[in-house]
């Protein structure tokens, strides 16, 4: 009997473990995809920014007649 619940405290504490390195994990994944998810809008604005840009440059040239 001592023996089966040596054995479950020891799979208990290896339970706790891995749900604690779960939990680490997890938060640097947010972290992660946060700075992901800036990273994208910073660079879609800028997409922006440059197609509005070249819009402006190419209503600039004069059309040509054909």
């Known amino acids: 009997m001592e023996a089966e619940f040596k054995s479950l405290e020891r799979k208990l504490h290896e339970?706790?473990?891995l749900c604690q390195r779960l939990r680490e994990d997890n938060q640097q994944l947010?972290?992660?995809l946060a700075?992901?998810?800036?990273?994208n809008?910073?660079?879609s604005d800028k997409i922006g920014t440059?197609?509005?840009r070249l819009e402006?440059?190419?209503n600039q040239i004069p059309?040509?007649?054909a």
Do not use: H
């Open 30 to 32: 947010r972290q992660q």
């Open 50 to 52: 440059a197609s509005n």
């Open 56 to 58: 402006i440059l190419l």
């Open 41 to 43: 809008k910073q660079l």
């Open 15 to 17: 339970f706790v473990a």
């Open 63 to 65: 059309e040509e007649d």
């Open 35 to 39: 700075s992901a998810i800036s990273d």
